[in-house]
């Protein structure tokens, strides 16, 4: 039981190159999360999914864009990266609504330069 | 708006001692009120939330916190602090789910709590 697992864990972009973030959970769970974490600023909620298909906006939703093809993975795309998405980024996942816990991975540090 | 505040970035604590991390919250109706921490280099472990009932709730590790509505306050606790314990602590309130909100989590910015030997 891995729990929710995040690839990559590093990588470094140059300004408008894209990339995808792959989230797997093997806990049958119905949510799946995307934040960001930045120094002093806590987490913030980009994209979340409360069901396999089914996708929706988070708090700082903008230029990121996420699928949920399969109950157990959700991806996370940067269409053009830019500085201001350097960050570390945590997909999480909860049995059902934000009443229950979250289990989260171990994060993305993402740098664009 | 719904929001949650951690007046303190950092907390510093003797090992044995009680530590008390403080939470503050502003939502409307009933609070959803959670405890995570994290660890160096790893994602958010859940510890303890607060749904309704009883206003100690028990968590992992020996934490405790005390809901207190009238202060509109979550502080964690734990009686006798460790080394181990030296981590980032957040505390999210639930976005109550009506009026256009989808109920998710709002994170305060975190406190760093630093345990001494």
């Known amino acids: 039981n891995a729990g929710v697992t995040q690839t990559p864990k590093f990588r470094v972009l140059k300004t408008g190159q894209s990339m995808t973030l792959l989230c797997a959970q093997d806990?049958?769970?119905?949510?799946m999360y995307w934040y960001r974490q930045d120094p002093g600023m806590g987490l913030r909620l980009i994209h979340y999914?409360?069901?396999?298909?089914?996708?929706a906006k988070g708090e700082v939703p903008d230029g990121y864009n996420v699928s949920r093809l399969k109950k157990q993975n959700f991806l996370l795309g940067l269409e053009s990266a830019a500085p201001s998405q350097t960050s570390v980024y945590f997909c999480?996942?909860?049995?059902?609504?934000?009443?229950?816990?979250?289990?989260f991975g171990p994060g993305t540090r993402l740098t664009v330069t | 708006a719904q929001s949650v505040a951690q007046p303190e970035d950092q907390v510093n604590v003797a090992e044995g001692n009680p530590l008390t991390v403080k939470c503050t919250y502003s939502?409307?109706?009933?609070?959803?009120l959670f405890w995570y921490v994290q660890y160096p280099n790893r994602g958010l472990q859940f510890l303890l939330k607060?749904?309704?009932?009883?206003?100690l709730v028990k968590g992992s590790y020996g934490f405790e916190a005390e809901f207190n509505k009238s202060q509109t306050s979550f502080h964690l606790k734990k009686p006798s602090a460790l080394v181990s314990d030296s981590a980032l602590y957040f505390c999210?309130?639930?976005?109550?789910?009506?009026?256009?909100?989808?109920?998710?989590?709002?994170f305060g910015k975190g406190t760093k709590l630093s345990v001494k030997p």
């Open positions: 999480a996942s909860s049995y059902r609504d934000t009443t229950y816990e979250q289990y």
């Open positions: 806990m049958n769970h119905e949510y």
């Open positions: 999914s409360v069901g396999e298909g089914t996708t």
């Open positions: 939502v409307s109706g009933n609070p959803y």
């Open positions: 607060y749904i309704t009932g009883d206003n």
């Open positions: 999210a309130v639930r976005d109550p789910p009506y009026g256009g909100s989808q109920g998710n989590l709002i």
